[in-house]
């Protein structure tokens, strides 16, 4: 009987602990730093109490572990996985066990930002055009739950974690959305982030779709290969994906497509990611029709930059879903007006210096809060006004009453983690908009 290691039971650990007890013949073990964690598992139906729980690394010694199924938010230098890799046992992943199990058409999805607009936007797509689709992964829907047979095309949002850990893992089609720096807090290095985002997309079975104006995917995929679907807003392409005026243009080989696609009023909806969905659908085979409608009817996720509220000539925009500052700097340079803008949180080990310029050119103000909030002020010289304020509550507060005194916008675009404050940027994001409601109707 193989001993299974789950290390984290948050919901990829507890998908996988489920999954290995509906297959049985294995013993599941798990593993949590957060007492908290264990007890919530312990109470989930069908799985707690049927796992044993490890107490410290030193439990490690009793079992001979086969497979550890480390928890995409663990670190590699955990010393529980450490120990086990050492001991001999084999990484496995939820991904790599979705792979070998789901008998669909599989579409990985990544980038520093912006992976799940073009995520959602895919799914779309192929559900327009008829297909039964799975929308999941880092997205927040756990993959393994989705292995019941019912889905013929799987959109895969996918993390550097995830990927990370499944050194095997091959999709259909691979996406590169853009590359920069996040999660040093958790990648050792900018390379080890970097080679985690691109290795998985020199082993995709069909095609790999990379927007190439990034100078990060550039950088990995300086010249084309047969495998590549090039895209670019810049330039025309003699194959591939561009943009002439109102269209979308797609070749490949003899096959050739033009999409309408009209900027939005809606910022944070980048031509890009529409770009970047469309070459999906049409390498896919979909029709420009279906592709067209499903650009129209899309509306990006919970978080994501979009006019929130709006008091006089003041519009307010929510980004929480901005966890790093490569996403802050598009969502201040895509707000057409200047604005206030709110930055703050659990910083992941990322230097703000990129966006100074961005800053003073283009903002009339910014409030920092949250637990790394003054460090990064600190570390910034900006000649517009800024002001530290510990709590975001307040910070929103503060942030909304410069706005309406300046009569500019204000962009809540924290460019860190919430965990400081909040379990998720889609807390963070319901408490702004309360805190701006309240505010703006009081
Ligand atoms: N834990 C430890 N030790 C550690 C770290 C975590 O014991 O050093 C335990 C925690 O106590 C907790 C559990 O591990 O009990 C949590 O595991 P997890 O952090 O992997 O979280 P999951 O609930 O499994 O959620 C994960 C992804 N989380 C992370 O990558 C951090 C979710 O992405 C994803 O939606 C979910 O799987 C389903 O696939 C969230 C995320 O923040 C949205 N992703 C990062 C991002 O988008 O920036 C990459």
Not at 13 to 23: D, E, K, N, P
Not at 164 to 192: C, K, M, Q
């Amino acid at each position: 009987m193989g001993e299974y290691l789950i290390i984290g039971v948050g919901k990829t650990g507890t998908s996988v602990a489920r999954y290995l007890l509906r297959r049985g013949g294995v013993r599941v073990f798990l593993y949590d730093d957060d007492p908290h964690s264990i007890e919530r598992f312990q109470k989930e139906p069908g799985v707690g109490g049927r796992v044993e729980v490890l107490l410290n690394v030193e439990d490690l010694n009793k079992l001979k572990v086969r497979c550890v199924v480390p928890s995409p938010g663990v670190p590699p230098r955990h010393p529980v996985l450490t120990k086990a890799l050492d001991s001999g046992a084999e990484m496995l992943s939820d991904l790599v066990i979705f792979e070998r199990e789901f008998n669909g058409t599989i579409i990985g999805i990544t980038g520093t930002n912006g992976k799940t607009t073009v995520a959602g936007l895919t799914g779309d797509i192929f559900q327009r055009a008829g297909a039964k689709v799975f929308l999941g992964g880092n997205i927040g829907v756990p993959l393994l739950d989705a292995l019941d047979g019912k889905y013929e095309v799987a959109v895969l949002e996918l993390s550097s974690f995830q990927l990370y850990y499944s050194p095997t893992f091959r999709a259909h089609t691979g996406v590169l959305v853009n590359l920069d720096i996040d999660h040093l807090d958790w990648h050792p290095t900018v390379e080890h982030y970097h080679r985690s985002k691109v290795e998985w997309l020199h082993r995709v079975r069909m095609r790999r779709v990379l927007n190439v104006d990034d100078p990060g995917v550039l950088h990995y995929f300086p010249s084309s290969s047969s495998r590549d679907f090039r895209v670019s807003l810049m330039r025309t392409m003699e194959s591939g994906g561009w943009k002439e005026e109102n269209f979308l243009y797609f070749k490949n080989g003899t096959r050739f497509a033009r999409v309408t696609f009209s900027e939005r009023t809606l910022p944070g909806f980048y031509a890009v990611d529409a770009a970047l969905a469309a070459s999906v659908g049409f390498l896919h085979g979909i029709g420009k029709e279906i592709i067209e409608e499903a650009i129209v009817h899309f509306r990006p996720a919970e978080g994501r930059l979009r006019i929130v509220n709006r008091v006089g000539a003041v519009h307010i925009y929510d980004d929480s879903k901005a966890t790093n500052p490569h996403a802050t700097l598009h969502a201040i340079l895509a707000v057409p007006r200047k604005c206030v803008v709110m930055i703050g949180g659990l910083n992941k080990s990322l230097s703000f210096k990129p966006l100074e310029k961005a800053l003073n050119e283009h903002c009339a103000g910014v409030i920092f809060f949250g637990k790394d909030g003054r460090s990064i002020m600190e570390d910034l010289n900006l000649t517009i006004p800024s002001r530290y304020i510990p709590a975001m509550r307040d910070a929103v507060k503060e942030a909304l009453n410069l706005a309406r005194e300046l009569q500019v916008d204000l962009l809540f675009s924290p460019g860190c983690a919430s965990f400081d404050e909040f379990s998720s940027y889609l807390e963070r994001s319901r408490v702004f908009r309360e805190i701006v409601e309240a505010e703006i109707s009081a």
